[in-house]
């Protein structure tokens, strides 16, 4: 298994997180990109890590209700404490199961000790 780029997250939207437009509202998408980027940061750091920027996003198209999302996530680069992760979104949609990447975005965390201070970790 590539464990550089892998599904960190599957979800189905439910209705109760559509937006004005009838689509999955972008907060709701927003969070579950960062469970997955906080899970790839947290397995690279050892540890907990914190969200600290998003930078970035794009939104191809829209989540419709009843579309089954992945969430790919991978370290694409490390500081002294800090990771940027790279994370995608994909839709599969209806009865054919299209897919369509629907997000991206770069998020940057940072390592975290027990006190919530950056912390170093190895490289």
Known sequence: MNMDRRVTVRAIPQPSE???NGNIFGGWVLAQMDLAGADV???RAVGPVATVAIEGMTFHCP???GDV???Y???TKTGRTSLTTFIEVFAERGIAR???KVTEGNFIFVAVDENSRPR???E
């Open 69 to 71: 999302i992945s969430v």
């Open 41 to 43: 940061a947290s397995r």
């Open 98 to 100: 299209d897919i369509h």
């Open 63 to 65: 989540i419709e209700v």
């Open 73 to 75: 996530a991978k370290v």
């Open 18 to 20: 559509i937006n004005v």
């Open 120 to 122: 170093a970790f190895d």
